[in-house]
């Protein structure tokens, strides 16, 4: 008798302990799941250091790009690039910036560019 009381208190704490984590964890996955990753290419129409964005602008559709200083930034091509900073951007350059997005704006984590495409 005294086995089956421990048993059946060990059972229903085990299940209110499942049942309050489980949430948590099923919830932490579906955020992850929602972080959606891409990449933006175009022309830079318009650089924002006040806000830290810029505005690509691709096949006359504008989209936004958030950057912030962890962003990594390099100059050409894929096959030859090298590091560079923000400020040597220019408005009317090509740019590809991986990252992911919030909404419908990237949050970039590394962009390249150059004059032309």
């Known amino acids: 008798m005294k086995q089956s009381f421990w048993s059946a208190l060990a059972l229903g704490l085990g299940l209110v302990v499942g049942l309050t ?3 948590g964890v099923s919830a932490k996955t579906a955020k992850a799941a929602k972080v959606k990753k891409g990449k933006i290419t175009g022309t830079v129409h318009m650089i924002n250091k006040d806000t830290s964005t810029l505005t690509v ?8 790009i958030g950057y912030s200083a962890d962003t990594k930034w390099m100059y050409g091509t894929q096959s ?5 900073t923000f400020d040597q951007l220019k408005e009317g350059w090509y740019i590809n910036c991986d990252g992911t997005f919030e909404g419908t704006k990237l949050m970039a984590s ?4 150059r004059e032309t495409k």
């Not at 602008?57 to 936004?64: E, P």
């Not at 030859?80 to 560079?84: E, R, V």
């Open 21 to 23: 984590i489980v949430p």
């Open 57 to 64: 602008t691709k096949s006359n559709v504008q989209r936004q």
């Open 80 to 84: 030859s690039n090298k590091p560079a």
């Open 110 to 113: 590394a962009c390249r560019f």
